[in-house]
Nanobody, 118 residues
Framework: QVQLVESGGGMVQAGGSLRLSCAAS????????MAWFRQAPGKEREFVCG???????IYADSVKGRFTISGDNAKNEVYLQMNTLKPEDTAVYYC????????????WGQGTQVTVSS
């Protein structure tokens, strides 16, 4: 059974940085797409960024140039480096995974809180 476990959330002042990690287990992740989503209070969950097994990346416009997603295939881990954080980045951040051949993310972590104070 695939499990995703996030870590690295916390509180930071605006302009600061945080690095999130996601450890995947319980499967073989070749040809998977890994992604980060976030959900702020009172808002719908939104896509933040994603990375394919081959290393191709995609970002939401709101985080381009500030966030970087990376992965370590040998460790089955994905990272999210968040720089120049803004109060509007405050949310619960979720790691997600899907097979490359399907569109829906069907594996989710429990989430980690990121709070950016002004």
């Amino acid at each position: 059974q695939v499990q995703l476990v996030e870590s690295g959330g916390g509180m930071v002042q605006a302009g600061g940085s945080l690095r999130l990690s996601c450890a995947a287990s319980g499967g073989t992740f070749t040809n998977y797409v890994m992604a980060w989503f976030r959900q702020a209070p009172g808002k719908e969950r939104e896509f933040v960024c994603g990375i394919s097994w081959s290393g191709s990346t995609i970002y939401a416009d709101s985080v381009k140039g500030r966030f970087t997603i990376s992965g370590d295939n040998a460790k089955n881990e994905v990272y999210l480096q968040m720089n120049t954080l803004k109060p509007e980045d405050t949310a619960v951040y979720y790691c997600a995974a899907r097979r490359a051949a399907i569109r829906e993310y069907n594996y989710w972590g429990q989430g980690t809180q990121v709070t950016v104070s002004s």
